[in-house]
Nanobody, 125 residues
Framework: QVQLVESGGGRVQAGGSLRLSCAAS????????MAWFRQAPGKEREFVAA????????YYADLVKGRFTISRDNAENAVSLQMDNLKPEDTAVYSC??????????????????WGHGTQVTVSS
């Protein structure tokens, strides 16, 4: 059974940093695309970042580009999201996702089959 478990969320002041981690189990994730999405209260889920195993390509939403960094550790079956210079509008539940089939558009949530339950990130002004 595939499981994704996020950790590292919390409360931070604007300008601060947090590092989210997603531990994967139940399958080898080295040949998968792994991504982070977020959902704020009253808003739709939105793409944050993705890491493609093929070539190690990374993708970022414009809103987080230059502030967030996605990385993965295939040996540990894990993916991380380093978030710097956080803003109040980054407040959301952040979820990890994984896809083993070819992902054509990494920002589309329906490309991903497996999801974690999410971790809350709150940024105060």
């Amino acid at each position: 059974q595939v499981q994704l478990v996020e950790s590292g969320g919390g409360r931070v002041q604007a300008g601060g940093s947090l590092r989210l981690s997603c531990a994967a189990s139940g399958r080898t994730f080295s040949r998968s695309t792994m991504a982070w999405f977020r959902q704020a209260p009253g808003k739709e889920r939105e793409f944050v970042a993705a890491h493609n195993w093929s070539g190690g390509s990374t993708y970022y939403a414009d809103l987080v580009k230059g502030r967030f960094t996605i990385s993965r550790d295939n040996a540990e079956n894990a993916v991380s999201l380093q978030m710097d210079n956080l803003k109040p509008e980054d407040t959301a539940v952040y979820s990890c996702a994984a896809a083993f089939a070819l992902v054509t558009v990494p920002s589309r949530s329906h490309e991903y089959m497996y999801w974690g339950h999410g971790t809350q990130v709150t940024v105060s002004s």
